[in-house]
């Protein structure tokens, strides 16, 4: 795109920073200020009390696991207990596994957004089950979901092109471990 003056829209806004973007990409953020901050809180307690209507999967989930005021008052394990629960009754939130810095069985689910009735973006939700970090969300517009798809298929190749590497040989020791019950 040529250089222009850019058209800067408030694009997010988050615990005391703004984030701004123009249509050319181009974006970026401050803090703001002490009056900024104040019609900032209003707007976004207005949109909780309206957040039935608009982008109503992504706020059920956000009411199911945390507290009004954005803190998580669920993770981990539990966390993932009442997702799968959640999603079985929601069949349009996609999952997929991944480990977490413990290399534990954890999820990420796909929550997608609907502006007024037009699918607009997702967000992603990633649940550590055993590290103890909080969950965490990704927003993703189609854009970056593109982007997604071809980074991880050209690590995939990276990762195929490389398995000719000699193996470690470390295999995991059977400790005899039994679950609880
Ligand atoms: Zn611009």
Redesign the pocket.
């Known amino acids: 795109m040529k250089k222009?003056s850019?058209?800067w829209e408030t694009s997010s806004l988050c615990g005391d920073t703004a984030g701004f973007s123009?249509?050319?990409g181009?974006r970026e953020n401050r803090k703001m200020t002490k009056s900024e901050h104040r019609q900032a809180k209003a707007y976004l307690a207005d949109t909780w009390k309206h957040a039935s209507k608009v982008n109503s999967l992504y706020h059920a989930v956000r009411s199911l696991l945390s507290s009004e005021d954005g803190n998580w008052k669920l993770k981990g394990y539990a966390a993932i207990c009442k997702m799968d629960k959640f999603v079985k009754k929601h069949p349009a939130i996609l999952e997929f596994g991944v480990d977490d810095s413990c290399a534990t069985s954890s999820s990420v689910y796909i929550i997608p957004h609907c502006m007024a009735g037009d699918f607009s973006s997702v967000s992603l939700l990633y649940i550590p089950q055993c590290s103890g970090e909080d969950p965490i969300f990704l927003h993703m517009y189609p854009e970056n979901i593109s982007d997604v798809i071809k980074v991880l298929q050209s690590a995939k190749r990276a990762g195929q092109a490389v398995k000719h590497l000699p193996d470690a040989g470390i295999s995991f020791p059977k400790f005899g471990f039994k679950p609880k019950g």
Request: net charge positive; with cysteine.
């Open positions: 222009h850019h058209r123009c249509r050319c181009a």
